[in-house]
């Protein structure tokens, strides 16, 4: 794809690349990418999380004897299920890792004609490591794109709502990243029962209504995994806020307050990855 393609591909969809700064650290982070379409908000970033990806990642490689099968619902334009299969690729160069077979979809096509090139604006390499960068193939007009290896690893889907059941799987995870505020709480309950049908070991949902988390979690027999919280609350750095979200603002289901807040659940509100409880329960 050349360069006047991806320009009328992404046409319509507003792309803007904006650095990210840690507003209590002051550390530079990965560049959002941000798209629209509709009332489709697409905002995301490679590495957005990295903590999460090792999590996610040791959780698998601990539950799973063969290759692991993947799900990411919201994908928005790829760089999530991307960015896991780079992070696998670094690791299975040092260690002996089984390699994942990642479906993605999201609820708007134009996001996915856009993941499906693997190509994006060289300003997304901002924030990113050296080591980071060197994975992406760097190519005219200050475009640069996902190496084949783990374009190789990914297959979008047709467009599909996390509204609706998943038709086929199971999968060892399925994943719901910074979109369940999108939808009602009550829609978010449907949501995750449907995960859940076609997750055999872990969920990974962030940005969801915090209220009723709990119930939908102890409603479909998960777990929080505790392991690391902290870690990855901070980590998700453009979310996080100085003072509480208030109730019934857009905001409570997107803002974080501190980690040390003390509010009931905050197992559960503050987490990132969820198990069968049974895969954590002491043997
Ligand atoms: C803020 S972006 C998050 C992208 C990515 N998961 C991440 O965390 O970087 C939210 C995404 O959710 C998608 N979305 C909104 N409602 C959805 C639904 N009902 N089913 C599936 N995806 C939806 C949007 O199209 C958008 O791509």
Redesign the pocket.
Known sequence: MNSASFQSLTANLGLLVQSKTDPLSGSVDPAMIRVYAGA??????FF?NRPFLNLLIDALDICCAERPRIFF????VG??PYSLALWYLHRAQHQTTLLPIIDAT???PA?LNVARTGIYPRSILEGMTEEERSWFEILPDDLVRVPAAARELVRFRDA????EPINDGPYDAVLA???LT??SPDEQSIAIRHMADRAFHVLGLSAFHPDSIRDDIKRIGFEPVEARAEEIHEAWVERRVAHPPQPGTPEYSWQLPAFSYAVPDREYRFCSLFARAEAIAPQ
Do not use: I, P, W
């Open positions: 489709h908000k697409g905002a995301t970033a957005r619902h919201a994908c928005s760089a999530e999201d609820v708007e996001f599909q709502s996390f509204l990243m910074n979109a999108y939808v």
